[in-house]
C-alpha cells in the first residue's frame, strides 16, 4: 500500500471532525472519498498533508508512519496537495506559482515545467499573469499544476470541481485521468460523486467523520443506498449525464468551506443513518 | 508661515528624505512581520531603540569624534553593522520568548498583540534599569537620555544654489537606499525570500509546497531587526542620543507610515515612510515645529478615510478573498 489511514481521529478544539476514519491508497490507484458536506473529506485529506494533527491513528506513506512529520516534509516525501479552494498565490504569476510547487526540491525544473504546461495549454498562455487575477478553472489547474511540480507520488485533489462549469468540470476530469495514467496515483475528494466514480477505482463514502461504505467505484455507482444520497436521488438519475448534474453543481458550489463542517456535523450528530436520504443533504447543503 | 515654507522648502525637504528614509526601513520591519504573521509586532520599536543603544556604543568603543568624509561613513557603516547584529539577534530572541509559544499553542491574535505590547514593555525597562547605568554609565533617572557620543562632523557636502545637503543627511539617505535593494533582492530573489512571500500570501498552501512557516518567521523577524538595527544607527548618526523610551514615538510613525502605505505591502512600507518623513518635515516648516507630528497623523487620517487600506493598499488580499 502507498498511502496507509489507520484509524485517525482529529479534533477542531474540542469538536471531532474526524472519528475513525480508515483507508488505503495503492499505486496507480485514483481513490475518491465522496460525501456530503462536513462529512471529514477536506479534514482526511490535510491530514495526510500534514496540515491538521492527528489526535490518534496513524498515517502510513510508503512504507513509512508520517503521522508526526512536520507538513513541510510531506512535500518532499511524496506527497503532493491541490487544495479546497485552489490555494494560488494572488501575487506571484503563474509560474511564478509552478515554481513554489517546486520549492522543496533541487535542481532544474525545466523538464517538469514544460510538461505542466503541455497537461494545461491555458497556463502556458498566461504564464506572466498574476494567479489571482485568473479565472476559477484556470486557478485549479494551476493549483493542479503546481502540485505536480513537485513529482509527487501521490496527488491529493481536494474538490477539483467547485465552482466550475460543467464543460470545464469535465476537462479537470480527463485531466486528472490522463495524470494517473501517466503513473500517479490520485486521492481524490468530490462532491459532484458521479463524476469522481466514474474516473475512480475504488471510494469510500464518507458520513459525519466516518467511512460507512468502502468499494469498487463502479458498485457504488449502481448502490441504491449511494445514488440516492449522492447521485442526485433515485431510479431516475442518469449517471454522468452533465444536465442532470447542473443543478447539484450549482448547489454545491457555494462558498461554503469544510473549515465550518464540523459544527454541522456535530449538531446532525450521531443519529443520521449511514447513508442519509437526499432530503437531509439538501438541509446540510442550505446550513452550511 | 508661508513665506517661511518657501524658504525652507528645500532643507525641509532634504530633512524630510533623510528622517522618512529611517522610517520607512523600520515601516518594513512591521509590515513584513505583519505580511507573515498578521500579527502588529509593537516590540519592534523597542527593537529600534536597542539598535541606538548598539550604535551609540560602537561609536564610545571606536572612541572617535568629529568624524567627516570617509571616516565618516566608515564609522556609520560599522556602527550599522554591529545595530543591525544586535537588533537582528534581538528580534529573533523576540519572536521565540514571545511569540512562537503562544503561536504553538493556537492562541489568537489578540493573546499573541498583548504579548507583543508586555514585550515591549520588558525591554524598555530593561534598559531603563539595567543597560542604561551599567553599561553606558549614565545617569539612572529614567527620563534622561542617554546622549554623550558626539562623532559627526557636519559640513555641506552638496551645495547648489539653493540645495543645500549636509554629509549626515547624504549618507543616511543613500545608506537607507542602499539596505532597500539589499532587501529587495532578497524578498525576490532568494529562495527564502520566495518562501516569505508565499507564506504572506497563503500560509497553508505555503506549508503544502513544503516551505518551513518556522524558518520563514525567523528569516522574517531576522531581517526586520536588521533593517531596524541598521536604521537605528542612521538615526543615531543624525541626531546622537539614545533613550530607552526613543522606540516609542519613533515606531509609532514607522507603523503609521507602514498603515500609510498598506500594511502588507514592501514597497508600501517605502512610500509610507518617505511620504510620512515629508510631511512632517513640511508641516514643522508650515506651522512650526511643535505642529510636525499634528500634521504627520492628521494626514494620515485623512489618507485612510479615502484610502482604508493605504497608498499601495493590498488590493491582492481582496482578490483573495
Same mark, same amino acid.
Given at each position: ?14 469538536? /471531532? ?40 491513528? @496513524? ?16 512535500? *518532499? /516525501? ?31 525544473? @525545466? ?7 503541455? *497537461? ?7 504564464? @506572466? ?15 493542479? %499544476? ?46 459532484? /460523486? ?14 459525519? %467523520?466516518?467511512?460507512?461504505?468502502? /468499494? ?11 445514488? =440516492? ?5 433515485? =431510479? ?30 456535530? =449538531? ?21 | ?5 518657501? $524658504? ?35 516590540? $519592534? ?31 556609520? !557603516? ?42 515591549? &514593555?520588558? &525591554? ?12 553606558? #554609565? ?11 557620543? $558626539?562623532?559627526? $562632523? ?29 532587501? #529587495? ?36 523577524? !531576522? ?54 518623513? !515629508? ?21 494620515? &487620517? ?20
Amino acid at each position: 500500500m502507498l498511502l496507509e489511514i489507520n484509524d485517525i481521529h482529529v479534533h477542531y478544539g474540542k469538536i /471531532a471532525a474526524l472519528k475513525g476514519i480508515s483507508a488505503e491508497v495503492d499505486e496507480g490507484e485514483i481513490v475518491t472519498l465522496i460525501g456530503a458536506n462536513g462529512a471529514g473529506k477536506t479534514t482526511t485529506l490535510k491530514t495526510v498533508s500534514g496540515l491538521r494533527p492527528l489526535t490518534s491513528g @496513524s498515517i502510513r506513506f510508503a512504507g513509512e508512519d508520517i503521522s508526526k512529520m512536520p507538513g513541510h516534509k510531506r512535500v *518532499l /516525501a511524496g506527497i503532493g496537495q491541490s487544495p479546497e479552494g485552489r490555494g494560488v498565490f494572488p501575487g506571484m504569476t503563474v509560474e511564478e506559482n509552478l515554481l513554489m510547487g517546486a520549492y522543496a526540491r533541487r535542481g532544474n525544473f @525545466s523538464k517538469e515545467l514544460a510538461e505542466v504546461y503541455e *497537461l494545461f495549454p491555458r497556463l502556458a498562455e498566461r504564464k @506572466s499573469q498574476p494567479g489571482g487575477t485568473m479565472s476559477g478553472g484556470e486557478q485549479q489547474m494551476l493549483a493542479i %499544476g503546481r502540485a505536480l511540480m513537485a513529482k509527487p507520488k501521490v496527488l491529493l485533489l481536494d474538490e477539483p470541481s467547485m465552482g466550475l462549469a460543467p464543460k470545464l468540470v469535465q476537462q479537470i476530469f480527463s485531466i486528472i485521468v490522463e495524470i494517473n495514467r501517466r503513473g500517479t496515483t490520485v486521492l481524490l475528494v468530490e462532491q459532484n /460523486a458521479s463524476q469522481a466514480l466514474q474516473i475512480a477505482h475504488r471510494a469510500y463514502v464518507l458520513e459525519t %467523520g466516518r467511512v460507512v461504505k468502502s /468499494a469498487p467505484a463502479a458498485d457504488l455507482l449502481d448502490d441504491p443506498q449511494v445514488r =440516492a444520497a449522492y447521485l442526485g436521488g433515485g =431510479a431516475e438519475a442518469q449517471v454522468g449525464a452533465p444536465a442532470e448534474e447542473t443543478p447539484r453543481d450549482a448547489a454545491e458550489a457555494g462558498p461554503a468551506s469544510e473549515e465550518e463542517a464540523p459544527r454541522g456535523g456535530a =449538531a446532525t450528530g450521531e443519529k443520521t443513518p449511514p447513508v442519509a436520504a437526499p432530503t437531509r443533504v439538501e438541509e446540510d447543503d442550505e446550513s452550511s | 508661515m508661508f513665506s517661511d515654507f518657501i $524658504h525652507q522648502f528645500w532643507p525641509s525637504t532634504i530633512d524630510g528624505l533623510s528622517l522618512g528614509a529611517v522610517y520607512a526601513l523600520v515601516a518594513l520591519g512591521y509590515t513584513m512581520v505583519y505580511g507573515v504573521l498578521r500579527l502588529i509586532n509593537f516590540a $519592534h520599536a523597542d527593537i529600534f531603540m536597542v539598535g541606538t543603544f548598539a550604535a551609540m556604543w560602537t561609536v564610545k568603543t571606536m572612541g572617535v569624534s568629529d568624524l567627516g568624509g570617509l571616516a565618516l561613513v566608515g564609522a556609520i !557603516l560599522l556602527s550599522a553593522l554591529v545595530a543591525g547584529a544586535v537588533s537582528g539577534g534581538g528580534a529573533v530572541l523576540l519572536e521565540l520568548l514571545a511569540y512562537r509559544p503562544l503561536r504553538k499553542r493556537g492562541a489568537s491574535r489578540l493573546a499573541a498583540l498583548i504579548s507583543a505590547i508586555g514585550a515591549s &514593555i520588558v &525591554i524598555e525597562q530593561l534598559f531603563a534599569t539595567i543597560v542604561v547605568p551599567q553599561v553606558f #554609565d549614565l545617569p539612572k533617572e529614567k527620563g534622561k537620555i542617554a546622549q554623550a557620543y $558626539h562623532f559627526v $562632523h557636519r559640513t555641506d557636502l552638496i551645495d547648489i544654489g539653493p540645495i543645500k545637503i549636509a554629509n549626515d543627511r547624504l549618507i543616511i539617505f543613500l545608506g537607507a537606499i542602499m539596505i532597500m535593494i539589499a532587501l #529587495d533582492q532578497f524578498v525576490n530573489r532568494t529562495k527564502l525570500g520566495r518562501g516569505i512571500r508565499a507564506t504572506a500570501q497563503d500560509p497553508e498552501s505555503a506549508v503544502l509546497m513544503g516551505v518551513n512557516i518556522d524558518r520563514v518567521v525567523t528569516a522574517t523577524f !531576522l531581517v526586520g531587526g536588521v533593517m531596524a538595527g541598521a536604521a537605528a544607527a542612521l538615526y543615531y548618526a543624525r541626531f546622537e542620543e539614545a533613550w530607552y523610551f526613543s522606540g516609542f514615538l519613533l515606531g509609532i510613525k514607522a507603523f503609521t507610515a507602514a498603515v500609510l502605505g498598506g500594511i502588507g505591502n514592501i514597497r508600501g512600507a517605502l512610500v509610507g515612510g518617505v511620504a510620512l518623513g !515629508l510631511f512632517e518635515s513640511y508641516g514643522s516648516s508650515l506651522f512650526g515645529s511643535q505642529w510636525k507630528d499634528v500634521v504627520a497623523f492628521s494626514v494620515l &487620517i485623512l489618507v485612510l478615510m479615502f484610502r482604508p487600506t493605504g497608498i499601495l493598499g493590498e488590493s491582492l488580499q481582496q482578490a483573495r478573498a
